[in-house]
Each structure stands twice: as C-alpha cells, then as structure tokens.
Nanobody, 124 residues
Framework: QVLLVESGGGLVQAGGSLRLSCAASGGTFGRYVMGWFRQAPGKQRELVARISWNYGLTYYADSAKGRFTISRDLAKNAVYLQMNSLKPEDTAVYYC?????????????????WGQGTQVTVSS
C-alpha cells in the first residue's frame, strides 16, 4: 500500500521561502510521475509541478515557473518542492500525489495516491 506523507508547510511572509517534503513508501515508484498540487479555499485543486522518478523530467505551472523547484531523492524515496519568492496567492493546502500514468498526467483524476496535505500560508 502506497503511503505519501507531506511536511514542511507553515506560515511565511511574502517574499519568503519554504521547502515541502513528501516521503513515499509502500511501492515501486520508478515509472511513476510525482506531482505537487494545491487547493486554495473556494478553488479547484490544481497541479503546481510534477517530476518523473526515472528521469527527473519536470513540469511547472505558469504560476510556479521561475519560483518553485521540484526535485526527488531516489535513495530516500522523497520528493521536494522548494518554494521561493512566495506570494499571498500561493496560500493553499499543498498535496503530494503519485500517478502511474504518463509524464503528461495533470488532472487530479489521473493520480492514484495522495498525501494528507500540508498548509502553506503566505502573509502580505
């Protein structure tokens, strides 16, 4: 059974940084795509970034491009999201997810496993 556990969220002032971590266990993730999603109050859950386990290919939403960096540590079975230059509009619950589909998996429905979420709040 695959288990994903996020950590690293918190309260930060605008312009600050946070690094989110996702610890994965219970499965073989070599051909999986790992994604970071976020959901703000009153909004739909949206893809922030994704990375392939095997090759480290990355994708970023326009809102994250240039500010966020997704990475993975294969030895630790961990995925990270480094968030810099944070803005109040980045405030959301951030979720780690795993997809057994293609690198192009972007929809919530395409992801098979989800973490519990970690709150990120950016004050103005």
């Amino acid at each position: 059974q695959v288990l994903l556990v996020e950590s690293g969220g918190g309260l930060v002032q605008a312009g600050g940084s946070l690094r989110l971590s996702c610890a994965a266990s219970g499965g073989t993730f070599g051909r999986y795509v790992m994604g970071w999603f976020r959901q703000a109050p009153g909004k739909q859950r949206e893809l922030v970034a994704r990375i392939s386990w095997n090759y480290g290919l990355t994708y970023y939403a326009d809102s994250a491009k240039g500010r966020f960096t997704i990475s993975r540590d294969l030895a630790k079975n961990a995925v990270y999201l480094q968030m810099n230059s944070l803005k109040p509009e980045d405030t959301a619950v951030y979720y780690c997810a795993a997809s057994g589909g293609s690198f192009f998996s972007a929809a919530v429905s395409e992801y098979d496993y989800w973490g519990q979420g970690t709150q990120v709040t950016v004050s103005s």
